[in-house]
Every structure is written in structure tokens, then in C-alpha cells.
């Protein structure tokens, strides 16, 4: 192999190795229907301020491996401001659904910005599914 043919290879070796390892990962899990509900599961259509509400979405484990997670609740007041940030961690086998819920009291009424984040944990911070944004409204 010539040098000039030699560095290309290298080249191409370091950004497939960089680009496989930032995808590495993501979308291993599925997340679907987010839900508000109460402490016995039901749905809650029109939360109330100063009411405990459960912010719960599905996770699904697509990938072909135990995947561990933390799932991560943002919620953003109508100014902008982080009204709540709270999370859960723990592990899912291959194909298993798991529905975690995390608690919230909005103690004032107004819209909100729900963001859900599933990393595959707290310190490295790889999204092991994109970004989900939903809209509540207190009164």
C-alpha cells in the first residue's frame, strides 16, 4: 500500500470508528404513549394545580442486548423556567416494555413543556432514543 493510500485508509478507519461509536445506541429503545395520570393510573385530561400528577411513557427495548437507562422528565414553565427536573434508572431485556412514571405538583396554572429524555445513563449522556415534547396545561 502506497503512503498516500496508506493515510486514506487510516483516515477512513478513525471516522467510521468516530461516527459508529456516536450512533452506537440510539433508538435502542422505543418510547411511546405519554400519559398524565394519577396514582391509581388513570388519565388525567385537565390537571389541576397543586394536584400529584405521574408523567409515564412506554420503553421499549429494540435492541438485540440488556440495555440500561435513566429516564429523564424536564418540566418547562410558559417563562421558560425548569418547573421540574426528575429521574429513574434501571434495565431493560431484549423486547421487554417497562412504563416508568415520575411524580410532579404544578403549584401554578399555566402551560407547560414536558420533555422526556432516555440516556443510557447519568455521566456519559448517550440518547438511546430522540427527544420527546409534549404540551400540558394546569388550571
Same mark, same amino acid.
Given at each position: 500500500?502506497k503512503?498516500? *493510500? ?14 459508529f ?9 422505543i418510547?411511546?404513549d405519554?400519559k398524565v395520570?394519577n396514582?391509581?393510573g388513570e388519565?388525567i385530561?385537565?390537571?389541576l394545580?397543586? *394536584?400529584q400528577?405521574?408523567? *409515564?411513557?412506554?420503553l421499549?427495548?429494540?435492541s438485540?442486548?440488556e440495555?440500561? =437507562?435513566?429516564?429523564i422528565?424536564q418540566v418547562?414553565d %410558559?417563562?421558560?423556567?425548569?418547573a421540574?427536573?426528575?429521574? %429513574?434508572?434501571?434495565s431493560?431485556?431484549?423486547? *421487554? #416494555?417497562?412504563?416508568p412514571?415520575?411524580? =410532579?405538583?404544578?403549584h ?10 432516555v440516556w443510557?445513563?447519568l455521566r456519559n449522556? %448517550? ?5 420527546s #415534547?409534549?404540551?400540558? #396545561?394546569?388550571?
Amino acid at each position: 500500500m502506497k503512503n498516500g *493510500q496508506m493515510k486514506f485508509f487510516i483516515y477512513f478507519l478513525v471516522f467510521f470508528s468516530v461516527s459508529f461509536s456516536y450512533a452506537y445506541g440510539y433508538e435502542e429503545i422505543i418510547t411511546s404513549d405519554f400519559k398524565v395520570v394519577n396514582t391509581l393510573g388513570e388519565e388525567i385530561k385537565s390537571p389541576l394545580v397543586e *394536584q400529584q400528577l405521574n408523567l *409515564q411513557t412506554s420503553l421499549t427495548n429494540v435492541s438485540d442486548r440488556e440495555i440500561d =437507562w435513566a429516564y429523564i422528565v424536564q418540566v418547562i414553565d %410558559s417563562e421558560g423556567a425548569i418547573a421540574d427536573l426528575n429521574f %429513574s434508572t434501571g434495565s431493560l431485556v431484549k423486547n *421487554q #416494555t417497562l412504563t416508568p412514571a415520575l411524580f =410532579w405538583t404544578p403549584h401554578k396554572d399555566g402551560i407547560y413543556k414536558i420533555e422526556i429524555f432516555v440516556w443510557d445513563n447519568l455521566r456519559n449522556i %448517550s440518547a438511546l432514543s430522540p427527544k420527546s #415534547t409534549f404540551t400540558i #396545561t394546569v388550571t
